[in-house]
């Protein structure tokens, strides 16, 4: 167990891990450098990259898998408070909230195996597809670019984790920083690009 669960219930941690997962997906770089749609759909789609990213480093630790599984919870949690202060009616937030969690288990499948191939060109398909919701995820799509870049992000930020000790998963604004040096460190190579409103 991480000497940093024992002081406080688990259910109290994922809830502040999963506050860590938002305020990354939330960093501006993600929309104003890779054009990432800033709309309900875009940050959804960032809010489950990121927790896929925390959530596969965390399962790998002692006692992880419960934390996983409680931030997965935390992360319906807020898609069923999210829906229902949009005025999604009581009895259509339960089918959305399934639907969402379906969603993030498929995109987490989809992530883990790209991230398995070598280089970045099934990340950065992956990644087209679902955050800019375009079937034809190729590399003459205009914004190849955009995804191939962030995919060099999201490798980074697997790898940087992967690199972090148990112990620092637990210093929430370490991990924030961590994850956002990846983003912010790579927008200078960034190709300019005029922006796109994503679909919602």
């Given at each position: 167990m991480f000497a940093w669960l024992a002081s406080r219930p688990i259910r109290a941690k994922a809830e502040e891990l999963y506050g860590a997962v938002v305020t990354v997906a939330r960093t501006p770089g993600y929309y104003s450098d890779f054009c990432v749609p800033d709309t309900t759909r875009g940050r959804f789609e960032m809010v489950a990259l990121v927790l896929f990213l925390v959530l596969e480093r965390t399962k790998r630790a002692p006692g992880g898998?419960?934390?996983?599984?409680?931030?997965?919870?935390?992360?319906v949690t807020d898609m069923d408070d999210c829906m229902r202060e949009m005025g999604v009616g009581d009895l259509t937030v339960p089918k959305k909230v399934k639907r969402a969690a379906a969603a993030f288990y498929?995109?987490?499948k989809h992530y883990r195996e790209a991230?398995?191939?070598d280089g970045d060109?099934?990340?950065?398909?992956?990644l087209l597809r679902h955050i800019w919701d375009e079937e034809e995820a190729?590399?003459?799509?205009?914004?190849?670019?955009?995804?191939?870049?962030?995919?060099?992000?999201?490798?980074r930020q697997s790898e940087d984790l992967s690199r972090t000790d148990?112990?620092?998963?637990?210093?929430?604004?370490?991990?924030?920083?961590?994850?956002?040096?990846?983003?912010?460190?790579?927008?200078?190579?960034?190709?300019?690009?005029?922006r796109r409103s994503g679909k919602t």
């Open positions: 898998m419960d934390l996983s599984r409680a931030g997965i919870e935390a992360f498929e995109r987490a991230l398995a191939d060109k099934s990340l950065a398909s992956v190729s590399d003459a799509h205009p914004r190849w670019a955009q995804a191939r870049a962030l995919a060099g992000v999201v490798r148990d112990g620092s998963l637990g210093n929430l604004p370490a991990l924030v920083a961590l994850l956002q040096r990846a983003l912010t460190e790579t927008t200078g190579a960034m190709p300019t690009a005029p």
